[in-house]
């Protein structure tokens, strides 16, 4: 088991900046991979990035080179540098946890992108 809480989001102007948080309950080196979803209204949950074990990160192709997904194995935190925000990214964004093939949420974070 894995409890996740996420922290960091928030409304922002377009192109504006923002850092999500997720703090895990038990130690990162102990979690196969972590990751963020989003999810905008009436959309479908989506993968933005993830971050395996030994560091390895992925990235959905509309985020690359304006996110970054990092972790602090000191805090058992991974975090979520959010860069160049456009209005379309508005959503809840979840922080996800792979222990041996099972996954646990976060409560999610709402992010809105606005004027």
């Known amino acids: 088991q894995v409890q996740l809480v996420e922290s960091g989001g928030g409304l922002v102007q377009p192109g504006g900046s923002l850092r999500l948080s997720c703090a895990a309950s038990?130690?990162?080196?102990?979690?196969?991979?972590m990751g963020w979803c989003r999810q905008a209204p009436g959309k479908q949950r989506e993968m933005v990035a993830t971050?395996?074990?030994?560091?390895?990160?992925n990235y959905t192709d509309y985020v690359k080179d304006r996110f970054t997904i990092s972790s602090n194995n000191a805090k058992d935190t991974v975090y979520l540098q959010l860069n160049s925000l456009k209005p379309e990214e508005t959503a809840v964004y979840y922080c996800?946890?792979?222990?041996?093939?099972?996954?646990?949420w976060g409560q999610g974070t709402q992010v809105t992108v606005s004027e």
């Open positions: 038990r130690i990162l080196g102990s979690i196969n991979s």
């Open positions: 971050i395996t074990r030994a560091g390895r990160t």
């Open positions: 996800k946890a792979n222990l041996y093939g099972n996954l646990f």
